[in-house]
């Protein structure tokens, strides 16, 4: 039974099967590329997450100019939730949600420095909308033009 045993053979040149350094290897390379890749997608669902928030807001300036447009003032509201109702029900928006989860800010400058009521030139009036998850994705003045004054 000398040298002739299953153990013996196994260490000769035809053996099939794996040794614990190529599985070593194998698992190795896939841990690497995992590592490069796991990262990037959860990166690109972050920019999509991020443009789609962007979309949002862009929606929001829209619909805030609209409705300046059609009533010579933003809607009141204390705080976004107000705002945003108030586009709703004008039909000016629908549903707009951060995919991160980011709570809207909506800040109303009104031309004559009071907030909360029309200034004496609408075109001075601006709002700004941002999330607080991505902040403020664009310049987001409603009135690009009436900034400089
Ligand atoms: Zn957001």
Not at 42 to 60: F, I, M, P, V
Not at 83 to 96: M, R, S, T
Not at 114 to 129: F, H, M, S
Request: proline share 3%; aromatic share 4%; net charge negative.
């Amino acid at each position: 039974m000398k040298n002739s045993g299953v153990g013996h053979r196994r260490r000769g040149r035809t053996r099939l099967g794996f040794t614990l350094l190529e599985m070593t290897i194998v698992l190795f390379l896939i841990g690497i590329t995992a590592a490069i890749a796991i990262p990037k997608l959860s990166q690109s669902a972050e920019q999509g997450k991020s443009r789609a928030c962007a979309t949002d807001q862009e929606a929001l300036r829209a619909a805030l100019e609209s409705y300046h447009a059609a009533h010579g003032s933003y809607p009141n509201g204390t705080d976004a939730q107000a705002i945003i109702a108030a586009l709703q029900n004008d039909g000016a928006i629908g549903e707009v949600a951060c995919p991160s989860g980011g709570q809207w800010e909506i800040s109303l400058q009104y031309g004559s420095g009071q907030t909360g009521a029309a200034g004496e030139n609408p075109l001075d009036d601006t709002a700004t909308v941002r999330c607080t998850v991505h902040g403020e994705l664009y310049g987001t003045q409603i009135h690009p033009d009436a900034n400089g004054e």
